[in-house]
């Protein structure tokens, strides 16, 4: 199994977790508020982004997802690192915090909280994107330079869908486009459920965001975090969607430090700070 990944900055690490469909650029708004403070790790989930298929097919169900995830962590020398993920990411997030695999979890809008019609309804919404992402990419192009069209498009996914440059929201439609894995985790994500008794016993400290304008995962599954992780912070993220990062990058990066302890809770990183790293991309293959 082949995992793409970017890796920069020094001091403890942290892995990011992109959601179905999506790729490790997603954390780009954040990546180098997080190297200020970490080794960060983003990383292409296999059968998305520029990660491959994996040559024994896709995961059959989130145990097994999990599972191929700890190998690449072990690798990478990652002992315990930090983690924080969004979506499927969350999700992956949360179960690698049960395990004890992890030094902290930061999930944004986790999957796993969801009724099974809301399940239905937020795949229904991610197909939908994907069967508009196959217009071909010259004609994808040149829709996107209208902020109107490209608010349009991503509006189920952000907030603010206009603060994507026309570059990235082309990667990301062609992204969930050449997203070999979609299928393949959608069915799995069928008899899904997070079991908030596999965290209960967990000490690593746990933070749960979710975005007010979320119309993927609405705000309201986070009473749901709530009332099955007493000891997790849960955290509501105003004028935010589904996929938080590029709607306010300075919170979702300050969510993750206090996470992970780089910051006070008082303290908020300044975003014109940033480390001045070298930039690693590669594969890492199982």
Do not use: K
Not at 57 to 84: F, S
């Amino acid at each position: 199994m082949s995992i793409h990944f970017r890796r920069a900055g020094s001091g403890e690490p942290l892995v990011l977790i992109h959601g179905i469909g999506h790729r490790h650029q997603a954390w780009e708004p954040v990546f180098d508020r997080l190297t200020a403070h970490h080794e960060v790790i983003a990383l292409d989930l296999p059968g998305f982004g520029n990660s491959p298929m994996p040559g024994t097919g896709m995961p059959a169900d989130m145990a097994a997802t999990v599972a191929g995830v700890l190998p690449a962590l072990t690798e990478w020398g990652l002992e315990r690192p930090h983690v924080a993920g969004y979506s499927l990411g969350g999700a992956i997030a949360l179960e690698l915090a049960a395990t004890g695999a992890v030094a902290s979890a930061t999930a944004f809008s986790p999957a796993g909280f969801f009724t099974p019609a809301e399940r239905r309804r937020a795949l229904a919404i991610l197909r939908m994107l994907r069967a508009n992402s196959y217009l071909p990419t010259p004609i994808m192009r040149v829709a996107l330079r209208s902020a109107y069209l490209r608010a349009l498009c991503f509006a189920p996914l952000m907030a603010r869908p206009t603060l994507l440059d026309v570059e990235r929201a082309l990667g990301d439609a062609l992204a969930l486009r050449r997203g070999l894995g979609f299928n393949a985790v959608a069915r799995a994500a069928r008899d899904y459920r997070f079991d908030c008794l596999r965290l209960s016993d967990a000490t690593v400290p746990v933070t749960v965001g979710w975005g007010d304008c979320d119309r993927i995962f609405g705000v309201h599954q986070a009473d749901r975090v709530r009332a099955g992780l007493p000891a997790a912070r849960v955290v509501t993220l105003p004028r935010c969607g589904h996929v938080p990062m590029s709607d306010d990058p300075d919170l979702v990066a300050a969510l993750i430090l206090e996470t992970t302890g780089a910051v006070h809770r008082t303290e908020r990183p300044d975003p014109s700070v940033s480390a001045q790293v070298t930039s690693q991309e590669d594969h890492f293959t199982l």
